[in-house]
């Protein structure tokens, strides 16, 4: 949205980052449920008077911002997904203020998960787990949306099962070839939702499941079988039978962005003149690293899709 402004270009958006909150809902029967949220607000409105003429008469402040999440996190009696938030936060600023045409919501889930004490689910206590929830909810004032959700931080390993072979020799090269190797990633995904407005959003939407679904299926398919697992020859590969995985099994999904580091674990050899060898690689012995790591991407999207 740049507006011409004395000759130039201009474009503004403001927002408040990493607001965090945390809801509790108690049932009748004694059992809580919980969650936290770190959330980036984002809008465009037109207050370039603010800018220019320093006139803020037009200007949502963005404490107002960090307010409204608290207020509208009290109003929400029942348990709800990030999505859900994210639209309804949303809708409100693109609603409730006229200078406000579109608001872009990002939130993170902090992981907490119910524990089980002797086998039985704590009414109330949890823990943190690892991977994050993520989303991110673009709404325009005509009711136009944009929905996108994620995982970040799902560090997955195998100890084998894969290699990496036929690469580019040149004069640069020493890395060897191989069909034994550990593979190791943490991966970050994205896929958007094919709702085009917020009108189009289901009645019950299913959110959190479809979460976990994608989550199933990303590691499903990275590990195969539990007893023979599957052979990956790149990281590549391994990442786009994911990526199509997801496609295939879920309609409600347009797009998906992966983005796998390849996180090496190097064999250790050691030897010295005068003990000869001391540690023979025999896939056994790695030295963990976490940099330089390899960086690998990739987005299948359906033809239609807008991702
Ligand atoms: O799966 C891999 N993909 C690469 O592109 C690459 N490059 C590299 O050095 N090792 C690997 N492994």
Known sequence: MAKELDGYNFEQRHGKSRVRVARVWQSKDGRHSMVEWNINISLLSDCLASYVRD????????????????????????????????????KHFTSYYPQVTSAMVKIVEKP??????????????FKLGSEK?????????????????GIEGLALLKTT????????????TA???TRERMLATEVTALWRYPYESILSIPQKPLFNERYLDVKK????????????????????????????AVLSRFPDIS?????????????????????????????DVYLPTDEPHGSIQAK???FWSKM
């Open 161 to 172: 099962k894969s290699g990496f072979e036929g690469f580019i020799r040149d004069k640069y």
């Open 175 to 177: 890395l060897p070839e």
């Open 255 to 283: 797009g998906i962005q992966l983005q796998m580091p390849n996180i090496h674990f190097l064999p250790i050899n050691l030897s010295s003149k005068e003990n000869g060898t001391i540690v023979k690689f025999e896939d």
């Open 217 to 244: 299926v990303l590691m499903d398919t990275f590990f195969g079988p539990p007893k023979e697992g599957v052979y990956s020859p790149s990281v590549q590969s391994t990442l786009f039978h994911m990526e199509k």
């Open 133 to 149: 929830h993520t989303t991110e909810a673009i709404v325009q004032k005509s009711g136009v949306l944009q929905l996108t959700s």
């Open 112 to 125: 907490w998960e119910r524990v089980h004490i002797d086998g039985q689910p704590h009414n109330h206590g």
């Open 300 to 302: 299948l999207t359906r």
């Open 55 to 90: 006139d803020n008469s037009d200007i949502v402040a963005t404490d107002t911002m960090k307010n409204t999440v608290y207020a509208k996190a009290k109003e929400c009696s029942k348990e709800l997904s990030v999505e859900e938030f994210a639209i309804l936060l949303g």
